[in-house]
């Protein structure tokens, strides 16, 4: 059974950084899909960024050019770098994983608990 355990959540101000971790545990597959979700206050899921099975990464359009996306394979953690973060970043932040990169919440099987992430001044 696959386990992902986010941390690294905080309340930060815009413009601020901040650095998201996924330990993921008990795969046993070495290619596996991995990445984050966000949701919002009153918002529905949406996905932020994404290794595919084979390391390739994605990047949705809310992630695009501010968020980093990495991993370490030694520590199994992947990483979210957010930078130039803004009021509208604020969720909720899953980390997910499946055996293959979907921008469908749906279509991944696994979640972690969820962390969250405040920018306010």
């Known amino acids: 059974q696959v386990q992902l355990v986010e941390s690294g959540g905080d309340l930060v101000q815009p413009g601020g950084s901040l650095r998201l971790s996924c330990l993921v545990s008990g795969f046993t597959s070495d290619r596996l899909a991995i990445g984050w979700f966000r949701q919002g206050p009153g918002k529905k899921r949406e996905g932020v960024s994404f290794?595919?099975?084979?390391?390739?990464?994605f990047y949705t359009d809310v992630a695009r050019g501010r968020f980093t996306i990495s991993r370490d394979q030694a520590k199994n953690t992947v990483y979210l770098q957010m930078s130039s973060l803004r009021t509208e970043d604020t969720a909720v932040y899953y980390c997910?994983?499946?055996?293959?990169?979907?921008?469908?919440?749906?279509?991944?099987?696994?979640w972690g608990q969820g962390t969250q992430v405040t920018v306010s001044s």
């Open positions: 290794f595919n099975s084979i390391g390739k990464p």
């Open positions: 997910v994983a499946g055996p293959y990169y979907s921008t469908v919440p749906d279509d991944w099987p696994y």
